[in-house]
């Protein structure tokens, strides 16, 4: 009989990412609702540091596999290695973070388990012992619930920012151990030549704890240099809504949405952002936004913690020069 939940922590040369944390915070999450024990599953080189960084973390068994076959990622690699574990642990779930990665493989070791994948779930619930998932349709205009027929396991990834890595639970006394995955007669397809950034330069805006985010109401490119400055003193990343990338005032690799990236820094500070849905499907889990606005109605203040309701090019400057008042 299927049971508890394994959770595949994505990791980067010992180094749990963000959205592995993430992922874990879920599922410890739901491991309480729905009383399953927790497990995870770490893959690739220096799986095993990884997996002793999260040795006071709650969950059962954490396992790690550095086979020399995972020494550089492929979907071939990490499905085989995660089907073994699955086959030799019978989870009732299997979790992950909805990165870049798990978008490759996730969907493939679903498929060699003959089992369906609920992918990039925005939040869930448990009502009456079973699980509800939470997914955008329509590029994010509705959140639709979902549910699993069938039998287990079940396969679910979880958007960056979905669950804050804060609710991680510690205090655990986990059994570290290797995988024991053998992948000596599995055939990878995938020869890895080079490992490089996809763009020269391109910032990970997922890592940062403070945004300032602009929109059109910044009016024109000259008018940016007031955002960046408030940018500068917070030491924040400066970020943009589609339209402003879209003109060319900033990079593509600073956008923010359905069609960028998704955030959940500390401060996300919205200067000048209406608040249309494809934005905030990239934002709305920041633990504090900010939003300045002329619009009383615009729709970011729906989910902001703090609104000003004003002329951005007045409020701005006066909260750079307090900003820069209060760290002299």
């Known amino acids: ?8 922590v994505e990791q980067s040369d010992g180094k749990v990412s963000r959205i592995g944390w993430e992922a874990l915070a879920a599922g410890q999450e739901l491991g309480v609702a729905l009383g399953q024990e927790i497990s995870t599953l770490v893959l690739g080189k220096n799986a095993g540091a990884a997996a002793k960084s999260m040795a006071d973390c709650k ?51 679903a498929t ?19 699980l509800i998932f939470v997914r955008q349709a329509f590029q994010g ?3 639709a619930d979902f549910t699993f027929n069938g ?26 151990a290797d995988a024991g995955i053998n992948l000596a007669s599995l055939k990878i397809r995938t020869n890895v030549l080079e490992i490089f950034e996809g763009v020269k330069g391109k ?8 945004i300032v985010s602009v929109g059109r109401g910044i009016k024109e490119k000259d008018k940016l240099p007031i955002v960046e400055e408030l940018a500068k003193v917070l030491g924040a990343e400066i970020a943009a809504s589609r ?39 990239g934002m709305k889990g920041s633990r504090c936004i900010v939003a300045i606005n002329k619009d009383e109605r615009a729709p970011i203040f729906d989910i902001a913690d703090y609104g000003i309701v004003g002329d951005l090019f007045e409020i701005v400057p006066a909260l750079t020069a307090a900003v820069k008042e209060v760290r002299a």
Not at 203 to 210: E, F, M, R, S, W
Not at 243 to 251: I, N, R
């Open 59 to 109: 969950a059962k068994n954490i396992w790690f596999a550095e086979n020399a076959e995972l020494a550089n990622y492929t979907p071939d690699g990490f499905a085989a290695a995660c089907k073994q574990a699955i086959d030799k642990t019978s989870p009732a779930y299997v979790f992950a973070g909805h990165s870049y990665q798990a978008r490759d493989y996730f969907p493939k070791l």
């Open 203 to 210: 910032v990970d805006l997922t890592k940062a704890d403070i």
């Open 141 to 143: 205009k509705i959140n």
């Open 112 to 130: 060699m388990c003959g089992r369906g994948l609920m992918s990039d779930c925005v939040s869930y619930r448990v009502e009456g012992g079973s």
């Open 243 to 281: 339209p402003v990338c879209d003109d060319g005032w900033l990079p593509l690799d600073r956008q923010i949405g359905s069609s960028g990236q998704t955030v959940s820094p500390k401060l996300y500070l919205a200067v000048g952002i209406s608040g249309a849905i494809q934005h905030l499907v």
């Open 151 to 176: 039998a287990a396991p079940y396969f679910a990834s979880f958007q960056a920012g979905a669950v804050s890595s804060e609710k991680l639970q510690k205090g655990g006394s986990p059994t570290i």
């Open 1 to 8: 009989m299927a049971t508890g939940i394994l959770v595949i």
